[in-house]
């Protein structure tokens, strides 16, 4: 399973998630099932619609990326 922690917006809400192996994208069903295990269906339905961006981690020294949903900005955006 992939190394991972959600981005939550200013009211708490999931808003998008941080993979330290961008390859986790790649990984067929990876992404999908971390959604679905952390109770995020709306995100799910928006990643596989393929709606969502991918940003680089310039924001600390851990790597990664962060795939954001709808308009959120990505943590050091």
């Known amino acids: 399973m992939a190394d991972y922690s959600f981005v939550k917006d200013q009211s708490g809400n999931v808003c998008g998630m941080w993979l330290r192996d961008p390859g986790s994208l790649q990984k067929p069903g990876s992404v999908e099932v971390l959604l679905t295990l952390n109770n995020c269906q709306h995100l799910l339905r928006e990643y596989l619609a393929k709606s969502y961006r991918k940003v680089q981690n310039n ?3 851990d790597g ?6 709808g308009s959120a900005k990505a943590p050091g955006e």
């Open 64 to 69: 990664g990326c962060f795939i954001m949903f």
């Open 59 to 61: 924001f600390n020294s």
